[in-house]
């Protein structure tokens, strides 16, 4: 996994001082959480048509009728 630019970088980083490796890793983690913010969220509805064939065949209310009944109270 490792490439010749992480190589060069972790000998860079191993040429500070120890505050200064503090302060990058502070630094990388602000911008790794920058990045996951930025991500688009998912929508529900992007679900929507999933698994339709599996429920064309089935009476809805039977399901559920079954399933409230198997729960036992």
Known sequence: MSSDA????LKQIQCLIPDEQ????????AMLHRQAE???????????GIAKDHWK??????Y????RDSWGG
């Open 22 to 29: 503090r302060q990058l890793i502070k630094d990388i983690e």
């Open 38 to 48: 930025s991500k688009p969220r998912h929508s529900v509805k992007e679900f929507g």
């Open 57 to 62: 065949d089935v009476n809805v209310q039977e």
């Open 64 to 67: 559920i009728d079954q399933e």
């Open 6 to 9: 992480y190589n060069e970088v």
